[in-house]
T-cell receptor, first 112, second 111 residues
Framework: QKEVEQNSGPLSVPEGAIASLNCTYS??????FFWYRQYSGKSPELIMS????GDKEDGRFTAQLNKASQYVSLLIRDSQPSDSATYLC????????????FGAGTQVVVTP | NAGVTQTPKFQVLKTGQSMTLQCAQD?????MYWYRQDPGMGLRLIYY???????DKGEVPNGYNVSRLNKREFSLRLESAAPSQTSVYFC??????????FGAGTRLSVL
């Protein structure tokens, strides 16, 4: 079973600051990576995907990928209380088409 | 457009009882999934269906059965519920292989 590791947190971030979340994965063959956001008591929703090394920006979110080091990160700039949620890293299983391997998630708490 | 609809939203069972969790999607997706989510464990795949008529075991299939009734519907059955099956269950569907859309979840307690 391939591994996807995340720090569970909680990661406490002052409002307006940058939240930095990390995810490492064990499968060197992985080519695509996804970040899902899950509010407490709600279902996960896709917020970012990244396929190439480097940075990908979408609004206040930036995903960073380093395949050589096997990590992907998510930065949340100008953090808002509405960003308080659990963020799940997901990596497709390369030995089984159509399935995602999820990390356990990092809980982010943005404090006013 | 409702997306992915799960029923029921909450359920309490006694050990040994059976029940079926229902899931339907209206996005014409081929692939459907059942996950369970436990504290600190993330999402774990129970069963998966790539298309109508096909199902495949995931990471934690023991104690569960599934039926892909048609392209829209994918049900999860617990034949004899155990306290270890207390969890939040999510159904998801996808068109492309990796972008999954989730239902609101079913919160199940087995006493």
């Amino acid at each position: 079973q391939k591994e996807v590791e995340q720090n569970s947190g909680p990661l406490s971030v002052p409002e307006g600051a940058i939240a930095s979340l990390n995810c490492t994965y064990s499968d060197r063959v992985s080519q695509s990576f996804f970040w899902y956001r899950q509010y407490s008591g709600k279902s996960p929703e896709l917020i970012m995907s990244i396929y190439s090394n480097g940075d990908k920006e979408d609004g206040r979110f930036t995903a960073q990928l380093n395949k050589a080091s096997q990590y992907v990160s998510l930065l949340i700039r100008d953090s808002q209380p509405s960003d308080s949620a659990t963020y799940l890293c997901a990596v497709p299983q390369t030995d089984s088409w159509g399935k995602l391997q999820f990390g356990a998630g990092t809980q982010v708490v943005v404090t006013p | 457009n409702a997306g992915v609809t799960q029923t029921p939203k909450f359920q309490v069972l006694k050990t040994g009882q059976s029940m079926t969790l229902q899931c339907a999607q209206d996005m014409n997706h081929n692939s459907m999934y059942w996950y369970r989510q436990d504290p600190g464990m993330g999402l774990r795949l129970i069963y998966y269906s790539a298309s109508e008529g096909t199902t495949d075991k995931g990471e934690v299939p023991n104690g569960y059965n599934v039926s892909r009734l048609n392209k829209r519907e994918f049900s999860l059955r617990l034949e004899s519920a155990a306290p270890s099956q207390t969890s939040v269950y999510f159904c998801a569907s996808s068109l492309t292989e990796n972008i999954q859309y989730f239902g609101a979840g079913t919160r199940l307690s087995v006493l």
